[in-house]
């Protein structure tokens, strides 16, 4: 017992020292994303009618009917959704999404005017949709990768997730759905395929702000000729092997795994070498996108 106090303490020790590294840099940049996300909404996603789910996209469809300010709308939509994310997960799981609750919806109410100031042509829906999936897609990246949350209706999607055990993408995926479904009956079946486009392109760009493009490849090779592979990937490659021993499932038999990471331009010619040095080997390549330490 002691040692899983222990254990979890030292756990915790280590979280709150994530938590508290570069915090002055990470709500900087939180703030700016939440700035850009504000300045998006108002030049081109609330005059266009292009409802893509959210709290953002409730308020397009509410301010259509009612005439309600978005930024009151979304404040009010999530700060509710907030109160219940302390509730049901606790402090810890939803604080993030405090500074994103407040800020947000000021900066929605600051930028509302932008249009007039900044008049852009709205009658290509496909250009405006690409460029609200690429900006929506780096400004959650951002939000993510400083450690945030958007906060709204993501909450509820791990509320249900923590009680249902239904994976929070999923959730979310539903949701949106039927956000973007009563904006199709709102504004007109098309667009909805424009959401589309923007909820395709936000999630490839929100992938590559979060885990970067690869620059590297990792290769593990099984292969009969371990001490030629060893010496071409450290002596003419100049880059280091790790190699740790495997067993075959079928035939149970005991191998080595050479393990290497290169630049993906220097790919082409271990690949080639692999197959110089022995055409039976076997070896599986991945992207490696991030690559830390070692010498």
């Keep these: 017992m002691n040692l899983l106090k222990k254990g979890k303490e030292s756990t915790l020790t280590i979280l709150e020292s994530v938590r508290s590294k570069k915090l002055v840099r990470r709500?900087?940049?939180?703030?700016?994303?939440?700035?850009?996300?504000?300045?998006?909404?108002?030049?081109?996603?609330?005059?266009?009618?292009?409802?893509?789910?959210?709290?953002?996209?409730?308020?397009?469809?509410?301010?259509?009917?009612?005439?309600?300010?978005?930024?009151?709308?979304?404040?009010?939509?999530?700060a509710i959704l907030l109160l219940v994310g302390f509730l049901f997960l606790g402090f810890e799981k939803t604080s993030g999404a405090v500074v994103s609750t407040i800020v947000y919806p000021i900066f929605v109410d600051l930028t509302a005017d932008i249009g007039t100031y900044l008049?852009?042509?709205?009658?290509?829906?496909?250009?405006?949709?690409?460029?609200?999936?690429?900006?929506?897609?780096?400004?959650?990246?951002?939000?993510?990768?400083?450690?945030?949350?958007?906060?709204?209706?993501?909450?509820?999607s791990e509320i249900i997730s923590k009680y249902k055990k239904i994976s929070i993408?999923?959730?979310?995926?539903?949701?949106?759905?039927?956000?973007?479904?009563?904006?199709?009956?709102?504004?007109?079946w098309t667009m909805v395929m424009y959401a589309v486009i923007i909820l395709y392109i936000y999630s490839i760009v929100l992938d590559r702000v979060l885990i970067g493009v690869s620059k590297n490849k990792a290769l593990y090779i099984i292969t009969s000729e371990e001490e030629k592979m060893r010496d071409?990937?450290?002596?003419?490659?100049?880059?280091?092997?790790?190699?740790?021993?495997?067993?075959?499932?079928?035939?149970?038999?005991?191998?080595?795994?050479l393990m290497t990471v290169i630049p993906n331009r220097e790919y082409f010619r271990l690949k080639e070498g692999i197959k110089e040095i022995d055409q039976d080997s076997f070896f599986i390549v991945t992207d490696a996108y991030q690559v830390y330490g070692g010498e």
């Design 119 to 156: 008049p852009i042509d709205l009658s290509d829906k496909i250009l405006i949709s690409i460029f609200i999936g690429i900006l929506s897609g780096v400004t959650t990246g951002m939000v993510y990768k400083v450690g945030f949350s958007n906060g709204g209706f993501s909450i509820i």
């Design 27 to 78: 709500y900087l940049m939180l703030i700016l994303s939440l700035f850009i996300s504000a300045i998006y909404f108002n030049l081109l996603q609330l005059p266009s009618q292009i409802v893509t789910g959210g709290s953002s996209g409730v308020a397009i469809i509410l301010n259509s009917y009612f005439q309600i300010e978005p930024s009151k709308i979304i404040f009010i939509i999530s």
């Design 232 to 257: 071409y990937i450290m002596n003419s490659l100049k880059h280091g092997v790790t190699i740790f021993d495997v067993k075959g499932g079928y035939l149970e038999k005991k191998r080595k795994v």
């Design 169 to 188: 993408s999923s959730i979310s995926f539903v949701i949106n759905l039927i956000i973007v479904v009563i904006g199709g009956a709102s504004f007109g």
